[in-house]
């Protein structure tokens, strides 16, 4: 019996680019100990008070099937969150709850695909996102952004391939490279979505992660981009709730109604408790978001004292997100060797670059996701590491 094609060819390569993760994974099952900063998740859980909401619920006998687009609170105060942040008008209707940032990722790209469209994304990118473009029929083409520009896109990349295109997907405070795309990046990228007639899935899962001290701006927000826009957003990075797969897509409100229509055949909906629990964090407003969001910035600013003293490892700009891209090419190294000899000789565990594509070859990224005062050790053994190396 075979099986799908769609099925057996969402990674093609065989590798999905996690094998540095899953050697580290295996030296800490054979109990060895390993520094991982590898993984894009908090070192705190999800706050206490979260919790006991979510607890709240569920004893309230909130567990049986949720309104399928997500609560009428839950989509509300979703849309709130957005208008406030935005200025663009929105409303309960555009909102449709979905289990995470993944499962709006799969729902947007399946909503405006159909088979064998062309739908592009930026490189270096999140590693789910090819994948996630084949599992909707689609096929995926990198747009390839430089180190030299601090991987922002340039406009003329986009367009050249945005000809015959159905999608672009853009992530931005940006998984893997730490950077923010600028309002005029943003606006290259609304001039030829408008001007090819894409729809633009933005990817806004770190909107709270930003550094330099410059506002989040949603490219739905630009003149005439509200129409074709579709924003993927999630509690999983602004609240610690990675394991409660809470998330959202907001968007035009016809789209909208057919997403809810493909939840019906795909999650049946997102557990009550947890959507009440959302809402409650959301009440909370952006002070709990900073809380949350704090030590990555503490993290950041160790990082930056720490590059500051020495010349070999130059990074990116860390504008936004958990990471830091670290290029490494003064080793003379790829992103893969460098991040295999520090597990094995350091047991410290990063991403290699070439996990992400191929624009970030020859760096490593580093999840700034782990304890302030461990995070510095490790990264300066790195930093002294790669010194030995390039020597
Ligand atoms: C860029 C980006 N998008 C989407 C996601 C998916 O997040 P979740 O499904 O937990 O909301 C992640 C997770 O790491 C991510 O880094």
Redesign the pocket.
């Known amino acids: 019996m075979k099986l799908s094609h769609r099925i057996t060819h969402l990674t093609p390569s065989g590798s999905d680019g996690w094998d540095i993760f899953y050697k580290a994974r295996a030296m800490v099952a054979a109990g060895q100990d390993v520094i991982e900063l590898t993984?894009?998740?908090h070192d705190i859980r999800t706050h206490p008070d979260i919790l006991a909401a979510m607890h709240t619920s569920a004893i309230g006998g909130h567990t049986g099937y949720a309104a399928i687009p997500g609560t009428p609170a839950l989509r509300k105060a979703v849309a709130d969150r957005i208008q406030t942040r935005t200025g663009v008008p929105t409303a309960a209707d555009n909102i449709l709850i979905?289990?995470?940032?993944?499962?709006?990722?799969l729902a947007t790209h399946t909503a405006v695909l159909n088979p064998d469209d062309t739908a592009l994304f930026i490189d270096p990118?999140?590693?789910?996102?090819p994948g996630t473009i084949r599992a909707a029929g689609g096929i995926p083409q990198a747009i390839q952004a430089s180190p030299a520009t601090g991987f922002q896109p340039r406009a003329t990349d986009i367009a050249r391939q945005a000809v015959n295109a159905k999608s672009l997907l853009i992530?931005t405070p940006?998984?893997?490279t730490g950077a923010v795309y600028s309002r005029n990046t943003l606006q290259d990228i609304a001039d030829t979505c408008i001007k090819h007639d894409l729809w633009l899935i933005s990817?806004e899962?770190?909107d709270t992660q930003l550094w330099d001290g410059s506002p989040h701006i949603s490219p739905r927000s630009l003149p005439d981009m509200a129409d074709r826009t579709l924003v993927?957003?999630?509690?999983?990075?602004s609240h610690a709730?990675?394991g409660s797969?809470?998330?959202w897509v907001c968007g035009p409100e016809h789209v909208i109604q057919h997403l809810g229509n493909l939840a019906t055949h795909a999650t049946y909906g997102v557990p009550g408790y947890i959507q009440d629990a959302a809402t409650f964090a959301l009440d909370q407003g952006t002070p709990l978001e900073t809380e949350i969001s704090a030590p990555f910035a503490r993290r950041r600013a160790i990082t930056e004292t720490l590059l500051a003293r020495q010349n070999v490892v130059k990074a990116s700009p860390i504008s936004g997100?958990m990471y830091v891209m670290l290029d490494v090419r003064a080793t003379g190294l790829s992103g893969f060797d460098f991040a295999d000899a520090l597990l094995n000789t350091h047991h410290i565990a990063t991403m290699p670059g070439e996990s992400f594509g191929t624009s970030a070859a020859g760096h490593i990224r580093v999840a700034m996701t782990i304890k302030d005062a461990t995070y510095e050790t490790a990264l300066q053994t790195l930093l002294d590491f790669a010194t030995i190396k390039a020597a």
């Open positions: 993984i894009g998740e979905t289990p995470g940032g993944q499962a709006a990722l990118y999140y590693a789910t996102y992530n940006n998984n893997p990817d899962v770190y993927i957003g999630s509690m999983s990075k709730m990675t797969r809470i998330g997100a």
